[in-house]
């Protein structure tokens, strides 16, 4: 079956999307973005024959089976929703939405129209992320009950003054951008116990580019835009079987160098396992007496074009994704939680 896929915003998430579903085979229907030489560069870049100013006249198009939504994250709520509501399946890119409650309507429109909703989880489809799910589902960490994930970037702040700093566009910083990617992973291994109570902090230390020190930026910066979220976040997650989940995530730290800067380790009774830079999966347990550390190999993938993989064939045998609207929305949930015990210096129950 050759599915028909439009795509809501041009800009760079949405363009690693039509590479790859075009590789699939896909039809790349059609773009929508405001921008109009970013739409254009698209429209030339894969061949797609048509571009709307206004992503509610490419959802009108009947002929289009499937949209991704790649846009700022102020818009996947609404976007999402009226997607689901045409009859539309959505692949829908990280963070969920700005907050839970958008995140709960996506999840109802989600349900009431009976078409697939896949979570830009990009992660979960590493094969390294695979071989260590696949060593906690066999048994041989036992119980899990504690973990870490992190990701430090000294520096590393997005598009500084742009809508990735600037809380009306993006709902946060560092947490959403880039925490959302490790709490998301961490999860899936756990097998995303119910959260009870979160413990956080998420601090704003550099709010203006003159004071900013950098080598390097993705995406270009703005002078003189605003910045007002977080660039550290840190937090202790409590669940309803006593396990717990430590995160650590920065945008900008004063930090030296850490090997990795990024990744995932969980404890259970029987062994423990690490994912360091999510790209190299390990398991730390015993064996005839003896601690044993063992390295497992993979064979290495491309964890974009699996996901969109994943999404078509969801679609083609109507079954439900890896990546739910649910578990986006628990997500969601605990990312809220978390800027709230911030901004209330105490820890939030959710139970």
């Excluded at 961490?186 to 004071?211: E, S």
């Excluded at 404890?267 to 007496?289: N, Q, R, Y």
Aim: aromatic share 8%.
């Amino acid at each position: 079956m050759t599915l028909s896929i439009g795509f809501i915003g041009a800009g760079n998430i949405n363009r690693m999307h039509m590479k790859n579903a075009q590789a699939l085979g896909c039809t790349l229907a059609a773009a929508a973005d405001p921008v109009a030489a970013s739409l254009e560069e698209c429209k030339k870049q894969f061949g797609i024959a048509r571009g709307f100013e206004k992503w509610q006249d490419l959802l009108a198009d009947k002929s289009i089976d499937a949209v991704v939504v790649g846009t700022p994250n102020k818009f996947h709520a609404e976007q999402a929703v009226a997607a689901l509501h045409a009859g539309k399946h959505v692949l829908l890119e990280k963070p969920m939405a700005m907050n839970e409650r958008e995140a709960d309507q996506i999840v109802e429109a989600a349900r009431r129209s009976g078409r697939i909703l896949q979570m830009g989880m990009v992660n979960r489809f590493r094969n390294s992320v695979k071989a260590v799910k696949a060593v906690i589902d066999a048994g041989r960490c036992g119980t899990l009950y504690a973990g870490q994930t992190f990701w430090y970037r000294r520096r590393g702040i997005p598009g500084f003054g742009g809508w990735f700093t600037t809380k009306a566009m993006s709902g946060g910083g560092g947490l959403i951008d880039i925490g959302v990617h490790m709490l998301d992973v961490a999860l899936y291994l756990m097998g995303f116990p119910k959260p009870v109570a979160v413990a956080g902090m998420t601090y704003n230390i550099w709010d203006k580019l003159d004071g900013y020190t950098y080598t390097s930026m993705w995406g270009k910066p703005t002078p003189g835009g605003r910045k007002d979220v977080d660039d550290y976040a840190l937090a202790l997650i409590r669940f309803d079987q006593g396990q717990t989940l430590q995160l650590n995530v920065s945008w900008a730290l004063n930090i030296g160098p850490m090997q990795p800067g990024m990744g995932v380790r969980l404890m259970g009774d029987k062994a423990g396992v690490a994912l360091d830079g999510l790209d190299t999966p390990s398991i730390h347990g015993e064996e005839a007496g003896h601690l044993v550390d063992s390295t497992l190999h993979y064979a290495k993938n491309d964890a974009g074009h699996d996901e969109m993989q994943h999404f078509l064939e969801c679609i083609e045998h109507n079954r439900e994704p890896i990546a739910t609207a649910e578990q986006g929305r628990t997500v969601q949930r605990l990312l809220d939680a978390i800027y709230r015990s911030g901004e209330e210096r105490r820890e939030i129950r959710l139970d």
